[in-house]
């Protein structure tokens, strides 16, 4: 199959690479490819939508940057072998070791999660995967269920289960994602992971005593009162995938259900907020 390159030109690059980089994987770009203030994405040329991908450029540059940009339709690659070039592991907090399985353990962090991501986002790199595990890493987790919305590779789930949770339910709407999710369950030794396709609405009827919702602002904002009725008293919420900016609107629906603000940090403009029901 052929994909679509897009070639961005980003300015400030440090800035801006990583917001641009999350929404057009959120609109199906697979592989991403950065030099200097350059940055490479390519998308299924059956997927490609111009309108829609200029939307999204346009809506960043709107924050405060300069963007030019180039389309070319190229032949297929070997992306799985242009990926494992690329991929690092990543630690979270000094206690998290994340990898793939093409590297080698290292003992020197007392926990790892091995993840094969296969362009399902969650290998904690982006800000916002990596403030919810430092989160996390801060939160008792033992005998409590768990929910992961938007699970992408199921890391979250993953992290609860080995923090002590009973159960744990991975929710995504991405039929890769839900394949990942299973994988990665198994890969790490937690075949009781639940893993199901859907939305919001999948949980109704359902209580957890933590929520992971690590999606964006307008589903969070959309699917509030679903976490809410899913919630025990003193359940927690921990929520990211938006902006700093974002969070006043989001803390205020949230507390006029009853759902109280803890605190929340900020990486790059990202934010993740902590929020325990009364």
Same mark, same amino acid.
């Given at each position: ?14 800035? /801006? ?11 199906? @770009? ?7 203030? $350059? ?29 030019? /940009?180039? =389309?070319? &339709? ?27 399985? @093409? ?32 989160? #996390?890493?801060?939160?008792? @987790?033992?005998? +409590?269920?768990?929910?992961? #919305? ?10 609860? =289960? ?16 839900? &394949? ?25 009827? +359902?209580? =957890? ?47 006029? #259900? ?9 990486? +790059?403009?990202? $934010? $993740?907020?902590? =929020?325990?029901?009364?």
């Amino acid at each position: 199959m052929n994909y679509i390159e897009l070639n961005l030109e980003i300015t400030p690059a440090e800035m /801006y690479t990583e917001m641009i980089t999350y929404h057009l994987s959120e609109a199906g @770009f697979e592989m991403f490819e950065e030099t200097n203030n $350059c940055l490479k994405a390519y998308i299924q040329t059956s997927l490609f939508n111009k309108a829609a991908i200029e939307s999204i450029i346009n809506d960043v540059i709107t924050q405060g940057c300069e963007i030019t /940009y180039q =389309f070319a &339709e190229i032949p297929w690659r070997n992306w799985n072998e242009e990926w494992e070039s690329n991929y690092q592991p990543e630690i979270i907090d000094n206690k998290l070791y994340i990898r793939a399985e @093409f590297h080698a353990p290292n003992p020197d962090y007392p926990m790892e999660i091995v993840v094969q991501p296969r362009m399902a986002f969650g290998t904690g790199h982006h800000p916002t995967t990596s403030q919810v595990m430092t989160v #996390m890493l801060k939160t008792d @987790f033992i005998g +409590k269920s768990v929910l992961d #919305m938007g699970s992408g590779t199921g890391i979250l789930a993953i992290l609860a =289960f080995m923090q002590g949770a009973t159960s744990a339910l991975a929710i995504d709407n991405d039929v890769n994602a839900v &394949e990942n999710s299973s994988d990665n369950a198994l890969r790490n030794g937690y075949p009781q992971m639940e893993v199901e396709l859907g939305e919001g609405k999948a949980i109704a009827g +359902k209580k =957890f005593d933590v929520i992971l919702a690590n999606i964006n602002r307008n589903i969070i904002l959309q699917d509030l009162h679903l976490y809410n009725d899913a919630m025990n008293e003193k359940s927690v919420l921990i929520t990211s995938g938006y902006y700093t900016d974002d969070l006043p609107v989001i803390k205020n629906k949230a507390e006029g #259900m009853g759902i109280q603000y803890l605190y929340h940090t900020t990486e +790059k403009e990202w $934010c $993740c907020a902590v =929020f325990e029901k009364k």
